[in-house]
């Protein structure tokens, strides 16, 4: 039987154009609509009165999370500029646009998020400056501090496997660090952890860029793209862990989604998308060591193209050899870093892990019930509504199921994949933080249900999730130095 991959990520037995068709016949009711709106209510009604289950919730995780009053009103007049920026987009997305346009628009998205990350900050009585404080506070992140006494770069990458890190710089690969020492030397202490948070800022701001490329694997047309792009800027995780690296690891865990499934359908016998997925990956491992869970989509997605490729013994090769070219441009890079300064990969990956094992005791984070915690406190990171979006979501996703369209099996591999996290153990507590490069997962999917709502529908959910946005960022305080 001859095996052919199909150019540039797409099957030819996914019918994107008569997709778009059942889907746009298809969508929330009124009601289920209604239902959303009522959950999202009553979730800022606790917020705002510190009342339900999210105060119960916080006692019970004895979180660094601090309750607040920033005074509400304020803090939605900070917010509300970026905001009437983000809802002009919508209502000029539903015209017929240029793609020029459309790429100036994405940037006004991409602008917004990151005025509602610093304009929430403002909102704070420290101002600015909280920015400097959380960077350059041990307890915080604990990056800047430990950049402050690198001396010899390359002489200190060499022995980063047995260095004596800060809390959090223990447990994970260089990057953070030798990024902020970059600003450190550059501007100095004070200024240099203003602007390296700043930066972290634009950078996550960036994502809202990521996701539209990103979203095109579900065969959503360019509208539902950019509705995506939209509900991402007005991530609570994304817009209240600001200045926290986690906020940039959703641009690498969806590069590696999206390399990936181009590079297994690409016709090309060597395909430029699985270079792209090493060079990605190696990226990953020096910034983030928890992104490695990204693994199980690949792997999930991996299974499910051989069955649709009949379980062929040339599509099995065709998975090799492109898993092979992207751990080789994985190895490459590495052992280009290991001549160029002497960085060991491996075995600061196992230090990191025996430092885990050290901390992991005294965090006392039980299996059992942080398996029930972990998913509600990652949909709160995506902002509570999220849940009954993509519950009814599922049901119709259900009814009409197609094993062939990649569409609807991607979305059920994506939440697999967010299963399989909290399952595996692996990432116990403050998931609405070290969860946030799953995010991506659960935002296409409901932004495609976005998409298919009338203009006041739609605008009042989004009215609602930036309200929601504003409660969150009143009330509680995230990070603190």
Known sequence: MSHKRVDEGHDPRDRPQEATEVAGRCGLTNLQTGMVIAVGLVFCLSVTYQSGPLDRFMRLMHREWIWRDLGIFRTAALLLAPFAVIVWVLRKNEEEISPTFRWLLLGLLALSNFLVQALGILADPRGIQLIREIVASPIATSYFTDAMGIHQPLEWLSHFHNAKLGLHSATHPPGPILFYYFFFKLLGPSVGALIGGCVVGLLASAGVLVIYGFAELWRLDHRARLTACAYYALLPALTGLFPEFDQVYPILSMLLMLFWVRAVNTSAEVSKYAFYTGAVLFLTTFFAYNLLLIGAFLAYYGCYWLWRQQWTWPAGAVLLRTSAIALGVYAGLNAVLWLASGYHPIASFRHAVSNQAIFAPGIKRSYALFAVIDPYDFFLGAGVIVLPILLFHLQRLLK??????????????????????????????????VWLFLQPLLVVPVAGELSRLSRPWKLSIFTLQWWIVVCLKTKISFVNP
């Open 400 to 433: 009409q199921f197609d094993p062939t369209r990649t569409d609807m099996v991607l979305t059920l591999i994506g939440l697999g994949t967010i299963l399989t996290v909290d399952l595996s153990g692996l990432l116990r507590g403050e998931s609405a933080r």
